[in-house]
């Protein structure tokens, strides 16, 4: 009989489970932008899908970059938090308060992670611990 491989030994032997929810984040996030596709061709509305496949582009990416360890996804990643960081402090302070928060708590927390050195070390970016 032959032996079929595990799910986990698929995947890269430096991913952390940090980084693993994080990735499961991002693609339960394009997962949901998947839906907007569906709604705005259900609707005839164009823009709303267009928008909405933009969007899961921007998550589902990075994400399966980030699986497979590529520096690049962690780079963009980063920057793409950052910037929903920004964003949240605009929309804390000028529309929402709870939408701020439910946009900058996440991504400043995977912010916070891919620049951690344990991230970094994951990445090669760092030597290893003995």
């Given at each position: ?33 998947a ?13 709303a ?7 899961l ?7 399966f ?5 590529k520096r ?34 996440p ?11 344990d ?6 970016l760092?030597a290893?611990?003995?």
């Amino acid at each position: 009989m032959i032996d079929k491989p595990s799910l986990w030994s698929m995947l890269h032997p430096n991913l952390t489970a940090r980084l693993l929810i994080v990735i499961i984040f991002l693609l339960l996030i394009a997962v949901g932008y998947a839906f907007g596709i569906y709604d705005g061709l259900v609707h005839n509305d164009t823009t709303a899908a267009l928008n909405s496949f933009a969007a899961l582009l921007l998550y589902a990416i990075p994400a399966f970059g980030l699986l497979k360890l590529k520096r690049w996804a962690r780079l963009v990643e980063l920057v793409l938090s950052i910037v929903f960081v920004i964003i949240g402090f605009i929309v804390m302070f000028g529309y929402s308060m709870t939408m701020g928060i439910i946009t900058i708590v996440p991504h400043g927390l995977i912010a916070m992670y891919l620049l951690s050195d344990d991230c970094r070390r994951a990445f090669g970016l760092l030597a290893k611990r003995d």
